[in-house]
T-cell receptor
Framework: QQQVKQSPQSLIVQKGGISIINCAYE??????FPWYQQFPGKGPALLIA?????SEKKEGRFTISFNKSAKQFSLHIMDSQPGDSATYFC????????????FGEGTQLTVNP | EAQVTQNPRYLITVTGKKLTVTCSQN?????MSWYRQDPGLGLRQIYY???????DKGDVPEGYKVSRKEKRNFPLILESPSPNQTSLYFC????????????FGQGTRLTVV
């Protein structure tokens, strides 16, 4: 079963625009929500992560927004650049139990110049 | 340099011919996993290991075997590959419990004909 659902599957944005990728989860025990970025021919790499004790975390142009009651979290990329073109995966886990990461389906982002 | 190394990067094989994909990490991580990546399905965990001699099934373990005889190595074995195992495979390691970053290898693209 897919415990983390991600949308959209693909996204095309113009340079300078805002990219928004959404994820929804089912397991209320999840308490660690990372986002991974994957460039073609490479393995995924951690981009940014959030714990549910905060509603937002920002690192440069990348922001995670977290809505615990709705069981949703999203990645916002401000001032999107062609170099941001990649596949993005959200994930979730139960940090205190050391459980495995459950990944969403992935979003292929294309930023046009 | 901290890294996860997978070999081979590309492999074409025939149905039923046993193969092994190797994975090695140099970060002394306890936790290692294998994933397969398929379009629209994201990253699905095949097997994981919490330490030497401790392994467990992930979401899609059928047709795969693993072993963890040394902390740094976690090979993936396909005893009798079938075409539905054609996929992109990733090995990953984490330092263990908690909200820890997963480090991925560069991937192995396997084609079974």
């Amino acid at each position: 079963q897919q415990q983390v659902k991600q949308s959209p599957q693909s996204l095309i944005v113009q340079k300078g625009g805002i990219s928004i990728i959404n994820c929804a989860y089912e397991n209320t025990a999840f308490d660690y929500f990372p986002w991974y970025q994957q460039f073609p021919g490479k393995g995924p790499a951690l981009l940014i992560a959030i714990r549910p004790d905060v509603s937002e975390k920002k690192e440069g142009r990348f922001t995670i927004s977290f809505n615990k009651s709705a069981k949703q979290f999203s990645l916002h990329i401000m001032d999107s650049q062609p170099g941001d073109s990649a596949t993005y995966f959200c994930a979730a886990s139960i940090a205190t139990s050391g459980s495995r990461l459950t990944f969403g389906e992935g979003t292929q982002l294309t930023v046009n110049p | 340099e901290a890294q996860v190394t997978q070999n081979p990067r590309y492999l074409i094989t025939v149905t039923g011919k046993k193969l092994t994909v190797t994975c090695s990490q140099n970060m002394n991580h306890e936790y290692m996993s294998w994933y397969r990546q398929d379009p629209g399905l994201g990253l699905r965990q095949i097997y994981y290991s919490m330490n030497v001699e401790v392994t467990d099934k992930g979401d899609v373990p059928e047709g795969y075997k693993v072993s963890r005889k040394e902390k740094r190595n976690f090979p993936l074995i396909l005893e009798s590959p079938s075409p539905n195992q054609t996929s992109l495979y990733f090995c990953a390691s984490r330092s263990g419990q908690g909200a820890t970053e997963a480090f991925f290898g560069q991937g192995t693209r396997l084609t079974v004909v």
